[in-house]
């Protein structure tokens, strides 16, 4: 079965800073890995996915993540952080396979921006 | 394309009570999984419909039951009501293609029940 590791329950940055938010997990194959934001009250909205192919993947809101076999990673990653970023993030992995298990979350990390 | 959506978007109980909340999901979508979000706990899986069928649950009691329509919209019930029960409770859905569990899920805005 697999299973996500977010080591990092909160993180403060400035705006404009860039970012970087860590995500373990383990799977015996190769996995499918989601990334998710969900701003409070809110539901999950889904910033970005890897199935295959290039490695690193573009998504919404300037964010972007790198899938690293060698090191079960899939971290994302921004730039330059705005206020609006502020929010709980929320990685996923998923059985490439057929079964019973769908996806997996992680517990999340909380972004705080300050000015 | 509409969204996942979800109703009531709150809802307020009294212990010992039966609660329904209801999810539409996204046209041409199969399955529907349901999640509670409890504060502090994260996403906690409770249930997870295709094709009408409950094709797995999460480690929660049997008074947290649902179903699945034809239409595929869906419907969670969590009977006698605990205080514990009070959380975000947060709909998904998917499409179901054949030899992958692990479909990308789009989320609804969820239901809050407060259980007094």
Avoid at chain 1, 4 to 23: K, N
Avoid at chain 1, 64 to 72: G, T
Avoid at chain 1, 76 to 85: E, G, Q
């Amino acid at each position: 079965a697999q299973s996500v590791t977010q080591p990092d329950i909160h993180i403060t940055v400035s705006e404009g800073a860039s970012l970087e938010l860590r995500c373990n997990y383990s799977y015996g194959a190769t996995p499918y890995l989601f990334w998710y934001v969900q701003s409070p009250g809110q539901g999950l909205q889904l910033l970005l996915k890897y199935f295959s192919g290039d490695t690193l993947v573009q998504g919404i809101k300037g964010f972007e993540a790198e899938f690293k076999r060698s090191q079960s990673s899939f971290n994302l990653r921004k730039p330059s952080v705005h206020w609006s970023d502020a929010a709980e993030y929320f990685c996923a992995v998923g059985a490439s396979y057929s079964g019973n298990t769908p996806l997996v979350f992680g517990k999340g990390t909380r972004l705080s921006v300050i000015a | 394309e509409a969204g996942v959506t979800q109703s009531p978007t709150h809802l307020i109980k009294t212990r010992g009570q039966q609660a329904t909340l209801r999810c539409s999901p996204i046209s041409g979508h199969t399955s529907v999984y349901w999640y509670q979000q409890a504060l502090g706990l994260g996403l906690q899986f409770l249930l997870w419909y295709d094709e009408g069928e409950e094709r797995n649950r999460g480690n929660f009691p049997p008074r947290f039951s649902g179903r699945q329509f034809p239409n595929y919209s869906s419907e969670l019930n969590v009977n006698a009501l605990e205080l514990e029960d009070s959380a975000l409770y947060l709909c998904a859905s998917s499409f179901q293609i054949s030899g992958r569990a692990g479909e990308t899920q789009y989320f609804g805005p969820g239901t809050r029940l407060l259980v007094l």
